[in-house]
């Protein structure tokens, strides 16, 4: 595959407090890490100003890497009203940064991230974040917050569906080609029959 094959992925694990976020170039079935991090907003105490600080971070993450798309991860509706409320705020306004700057948004809940990457919807943070550092070849050892390797396992899922929804796009076409050309070489085959029995038809 070349490189208009490739698409660089970010990732964003919503947070009013701390918002992790991963970039990944994706290639076929290969994933390559670019860069991954958090904002930390727990020293920002007005709620107003982290949802600023959220928006000109995923700004400027935009701009630095130039990703195609974005990969976000819902806010789990397990927890609490309040709680759901602020994650939401959050996802919102990544949501309308990424969107400003033109690109394609795809959401993600927890519970299908995990699966994708390893094959348990019940799995830890630890355990996701062992998994993204596998897929991409990096080094044993857990960053400081995981909320940046939960950022990443969401780009990484993104690229996962990506390629098995080509692969579906791809079988689906080649059906549809093959099942054009059995019909078209039955009417020929039927036309053919039909002059044989009716030469009277032939002028």
Same mark, same amino acid.
């Given at each position: 595959?070349?490189?208009?094959?490739?698409?660089?992925?970010?990732?964003?694990?919503?947070?009013?407090?701390?918002?992790?976020?991963?970039?990944?170039?994706?290639?076929?079935?290969?994933?390559?890490?670019?860069?991954?991090?958090?904002?930390?907003?727990?020293?920002?105490?007005?709620?107003?100003?982290?949802?600023?600080?959220?928006?000109?971070?995923?700004?400027?993450?935009?701009?630095?890497?130039?990703?195609?798309?974005?990969?976000?991860?819902?806010?789990?509706?397990?927890?609490?009203?309040?709680?759901?409320?602020?994650?939401?705020?959050?996802?919102?306004? +990544?949501? =309308? /940064? #990424?969107?400003?700057? @033109?690109?394609?948004?795809?959401?993600? !809940?927890?519970?299908?991230?995990?699966?994708?990457?390893?094959?348990?919807?019940?799995?830890?943070?630890?355990?996701?974040?062992?998994?993204?550092?596998?897929?991409?070849?990096?080094?044993?050892?857990?960053?400081?917050?995981?909320?940046?390797?939960? +950022?990443? =396992? /969401? #780009?990484?899922?993104? @690229?996962?569906?990506?390629?098995?929804? !080509?692969?579906?796009?791809?079988?689906?076409?080649?059906?549809?080609?093959?099942?054009?050309?059995?019909?078209?070489?039955?009417?020929?085959?039927?036309?053919?029959?039909?002059?044989?029995?009716?030469?009277?038809?032939?002028?």
């Amino acid at each position: 595959m070349g490189a208009a094959d490739e698409k660089i992925i970010l990732g964003i694990d919503p947070g009013t407090r701390i918002m992790g976020y991963g970039l990944i170039r994706a290639c076929g079935q290969q994933f390559s890490y670019i860069e991954m991090g958090v904002l930390n907003l727990t020293k920002t105490e007005d709620p107003l100003v982290r949802l600023e600080k959220i928006h000109e971070e995923v700004i400027r993450i935009i701009d630095a890497f130039s990703p195609h798309c974005l990969s976000i991860e819902t806010p789990f509706y397990g927890k609490n009203v309040q709680s759901l409320i602020k994650l939401g705020r959050a996802q919102g306004v +990544a949501i =309308a /940064a #990424a969107m400003s700057k @033109g690109l394609q948004v795809h959401e993600y !809940a927890p519970l299908k991230i995990k699966q994708s990457l390893t094959g348990n919807g019940n799995a830890s943070k630890e355990q996701v974040c062992a998994m993204v550092l596998r897929i991409l070849g990096l080094p044993d050892g857990q960053p400081r917050f995981l909320d940046a390797t939960d +950022a990443m =396992a /969401a #780009a990484i899922c993104h @690229g996962i569906h990506c390629k098995f929804n !080509a692969i579906a796009q791809s079988a689906s076409a080649s059906k549809a080609a093959t099942a054009i050309k059995t019909a078209s070489k039955g009417k020929k085959s039927n036309w053919a029959d039909f002059l044989q029995s009716h030469p009277e038809r032939l002028r």
